[in-house]
């Protein structure tokens, strides 16, 4: 049985289209992650399915029910940038929202499961970033819900933080609970989701497992070499290349294939300051579905002319050539 | 039970939030005082002469009682419904068990609470630095509670109107300052302009200001004015609830 489902969905501020027809279904024990660029109509989705915001058209229901009749009680949210009330302790936060329901989770139990329970009687006011995301995260979890929404769960969390609110994530779906989130990480994406849903300008523009995007956006392995030579130079190496701004790229190449245009390269006597070697992942397909490919490259330059500048996140999953895959 | 404990919940959270911001406890009490002891003590009533603050000192009681009831709960609860919305927490909240109305009853709780120590404090400081004769009666607890309540309830619906906490003081002091000097509380009907009178009717304040003063300074009955004051409560904490945002 399908926990969410959205058929057709329109949303409009003003003349923006925040969602524009947007339809999908997220089955019972699934994760699904929702991505985009800022406006993308992340937020409005999630609020639609929450019943915080009202389509314009189209049906959207939880568990079977539209948002105003489900069970609030089966529901768990953290919408984003959610700021609780600033002077009580991390525990009275988490007793607070449990004072809510009929039936809830131990406090001190909560508090554990999102790494809360050294810093339980700090003021929300005076935790760290991070603190403050995960303590969020235990309201959202107390009543031990059927269905989580997570609105950027782990925006300004340091990496171990997100590490936990990661593998919260993963055992509550484990438990059998389905959860939809936001994320501009697309590595979480990547970890913790079932599928994932690409969003721009109100349209899931693509839907599917992180492996499935990947093979068919994600464009092809690759090895890229610091060189001023051009593309000839991989002479009789039968990889698809292209020379580029200091770099020559050769496409299609896997690990096993390095040592061949090493040889090509040697051969040709071309010197060459670094070898990197590249799969594609979840933010390939984001670029690629965004139309933002050449951001990811200081200095790159796009077919239009237009000089990417911001130095991408995640780009940390190529691997010097030699290594043999991914670090 | 259940509502029951849910808004013990949210009145408990709300109750320690206010307790730990020092300068909104300090200045909460501290507000009515300040009033006290400058048109109470300083500028003092003058029974023989003419103009404001003609009356015997204990007709003014009802006045310094409608400050706190009338200011605190408009800005404290305006305030807190743009605070909440600016931090999500309506939207977090229109996904748990508490309804709205659930939600302003634990804030009227609170701000019965903080109101009631701060008439009690008031009763005694106008005790202790004007020489008003005042009687004390049962009705009074009542009537502020209701009091607090209707103005809670105007509060959530300026909170709801307001795009802003800043826009949210602005309203209320527009609101209440007109409506304190015309309800019968410093300023005596037959000072009034003959216009201003049906507006004094009005005024939700007056019934609050007459019924005070039936029972603290004419020893009267106070029935008729809390009866209107409960129906005014009444309609001023439902339309509040509803006011309450829960989508955007």
Not at chain 1, 31 to 47: E, I, W
Not at chain 1, 85 to 108: F, K, S, W
Not at chain 1, 298 to 319: F, I, S
Request: net charge negative.
């Amino acid at each position: 049985m399908d926990a969410l489902v959205a058929d057709d969905v329109e949303k409009r501020y003003g003349g923006t289209a925040a969602l524009d027809g947007v339809s999908l279904s997220v089955a019972e024990g699934e994760v699904f992650a929702l991505v985009g660029p800022n406006g993308a109509g992340k937020t409005t989705f999630v609020r639609a399915l929450t019943g915080t915001t009202r389509p314009d058209a189209g049906e959207v229901s939880v568990l079977g029910e539209s948002p105003a009749a489900v069970d609030e009680s089966r529901l768990g949210v953290l919408p984003q940038s959610f700021s609780p009330p600033a002077r009580l302790t991390a525990r009275e936060l988490v007793d607070y929202y449990a004072g809510l329901y009929d039936d809830a989770r131990g406090t001190d139990d909560v508090l554990a499961s999102v790494g809360m329970a050294d810093a339980a009687d700090t003021w929300y006011e005076n935790l760290s970033g991070g603190q403050q995301r995960r303590t969020c995260l235990g309201v959202a979890l107390v009543n031990d819900p059927d269905v989580l929404f997570l609105d950027e769960p782990t925006t300004g969390i340091d990496p171990a933080g997100r590490r936990t609110v990661q593998e919260q994530v993963v055992d509550l779906a484990a438990g059998g609970a389905t959860v939809l989130l936001t994320t501009h990480d697309m590595a979480e994406a990547e970890r913790v989701a079932d599928r994932v849903g690409f969003l721009a300008d109100g349209e899931l523009i693509a839907v599917g497992s992180p492996a499935a995007l990947v093979r068919e956006h994600g464009g092809e392995r690759r090895l890229v070499v610091e060189t001023d030579a051009d593309a000839d130079a991989l002479g009789d190496a039968d990889f698809a290349a292209e020379s580029r701004d200091g770099e020559l790229v050769a496409y299609g190449v896997d690990p096993a294939d390095i040592g061949v245009v090493v040889r090509a390269l040697d051969d040709a006597g071309v010197a060459y300051s670094e070898l990197v070697w590249t799969q594609p992942d979840l933010e390939d397909v984001y670029l690629e579905l965004t139309g933002d490919r050449y951001a990811r490259r200081p200095g790159a330059v796009a077919p239009g002319g237009e000089v990417g500048t911001e130095p991408a996140a995640g780009t940390d999953r190529g691997a010097e050539a030699g290594t043999g895959g991914d670090r | 039970m259940g509502a029951l404990a849910r808004v013990g919940a949210e009145a408990g959270a709300a109750w320690r939030s206010f307790v730990r911001r020092r300068t909104a406890v300090f200045f909460t009490f501290f507000f009515p005082v300040i009033l006290i002891v400058i048109f109470g003590a300083l500028v003092r009533t003058d029974p023989t002469g003419a103009g404001l603050f003609t009356e015997p000192a204990g007709y003014y009681v009802p006045g310094y009682l409608a400050v706190v009831v009338l200011f605190t709960p408009l800005s404290r609860v305006g305030s807190t419904v743009a605070r909440q919305r600016e931090g999500n927490r309506f939207e977090k909240l229109a996904t748990t068990p508490l309804t709205r109305a659930e939600w302003l009853a634990a804030h009227t709780l609170v701000n019965v609470a903080i109101i009631g120590i701060a008439s009690a404090l008031l009763l005694l400081v106008i005790a202790l630095i004007t020489d008003a004769q005042f009687a004390l009666s049962a009705w009074l607890a009542p009537l502020i509670a209701l009091g607090v309540a209707l103005f809670c309830g105007v509060g959530a619906i300026l909170g709801a109107v307001a795009d802003s906490q800043d826009g949210v003081i602005a309203a209320s002091n527009t609101i209440a300052l007109p409506m304190l000097f015309l309800a019968e509380t410093f300023v005596t009907p037959d000072l009034l302009p003959s216009y201003a009178l049906p507006l004094v009717d009005l005024l939700p304040l007056t019934y609050f200001s007459r019924g005070v003063r039936a029972v603290t300074y004419y020893g009267s009955s106070p029935a008729t004015d809390a009866a209107i004051l409960a129906a005014l409560a009444l309609v001023g904490f439902a339309v509040g609830a509803y006011a309450i945002p829960r989508t955007d």
